[in-house]
Nanobody, 130 residues
Framework: QLQLVESGGGLVQPGGSLRLSCAASGFTLDYNVIGWFRQAPGKEREGVSCVSNSDGSTYYADSVKGRFTISRENAKNTVYLQMNSLKPEDTAVYYC???????????????????????WGQGTQVTVSS
């Protein structure tokens, strides 16, 4: 079974930090594209960040550049989202998602278009409030 399980959400004060984890099973994450998305109540799902297969290149939404960092730990088949300098507007349910890449494609440069992702986790709540 191909699965993604998010963890690490919680309640933090503005300016605080959290590290979200996305544990993958049923596939090898470094062969595929992983993205982080978030959705606040009443708002559209928003792409946050992604990491490409192979070379591990990354992309960030303007709203999180300089504050969030996506990374892979291949030995644990896990992707992380380190979130620093958190703001109330970062409050949302955060989802990780996988875009499976065919073997004949050597390198895919990731994007944060949600429709291109095949598998989704259940989400983890991040609340930033004083």
């Amino acid at each position: 079974q191909l699965q993604l399980v998010e963890s690490g959400g919680g309640l933090v004060q503005p300016g605080g930090s959290l590290r979200l984890s996305c544990a993958a099973s049923g596939f090898t994450l470094d062969y595929n594209v992983i993205g982080w998305f978030r959705q606040a109540p009443g708002k559209e799902r928003e792409g946050v960040s992604c990491v490409s297969n192979s070379d591990g290149s990354t992309y960030y939404a303007d709203s999180v550049k300089g504050r969030f960092t996506i990374s892979r730990e291949n030995a644990k088949n896990t992707v992380y989202l380190q979130m620093n300098s958190l703001k109330p507007e970062d409050t949302a349910v955060y989802y990780c998602a996988a875009r499976l890449v065919p073997f004949h494609i050597q390198q895919v440069m990731c994007n944060i278009r949600a429709r291109e992702y095949d598998y989704w986790g259940q989400g983890t709540q991040v609340t930033v409030s004083s």
